[in-house]
């Protein structure tokens, strides 16, 4: 699998909605199917599961639905296959993948309970500084 995505090439620019989107399942493709190889390289069986990786991946792909300029959603499948590329190739350590993407969704839904009581300019101000 990593020498698979090694080879992985962005897309080249969408012409529409429709290809871009395409594009965007492609790419959630490939993230899932190297999850077993991430979870073997960095030992992640402990921590989480592979189907809780694969709802880390589909909420931050569905985090920017909203997007609606293919160019747009062509440089963000851009960074998503960067980052992909660079937990493949174990450019990271593992609690970097632990913080990001384990820990990473617990801590952001833990601050939503927890600063309903706060102003507007520290609930932004925790957002900015956790992630």
């Not at 963000?76 to 937990?87: A, H, Q, R, V, Y």
């Not at 632990?98 to 102003?119: C, F, H, M, P, R």
Request: net charge positive; charged share 25%.
């Amino acid at each position: 699998m990593e020498s698979l995505l090694r080879y992985v090439r962005v897309p080249p620019n969408s012409a529409s909605m429709e290809e871009a989107r395409r594009h965007v399942f492609d790419f959630f493709k490939t993230a899932c199917r190297s999850i077993p190889r991430i979870m073997e390289v960095y030992n992640l069986d402990d921590v989480v599961t592979p189907s809780q990786l694969r709802t880390t991946v589909s909420s931050m792909i569905r985090k920017n639905a909203h997007v609606t300029n293919p160019k747009v959603i062509d440089m963000l499948i851009f960074k998503g296959t960067e980052e992909l590329c660079n937990i493949v190739e174990h450019s990271k350590q593992r609690h970097h993948i632990v913080g990001q993407y384990v820990l990473g969704q617990e801590v952001a839904q833990n601050l939503e309970i927890k600063d309903q009581g706060a102003s507007e300019f520290l609930k932004n101000f925790y957002k900015s500084n956790y992630f």
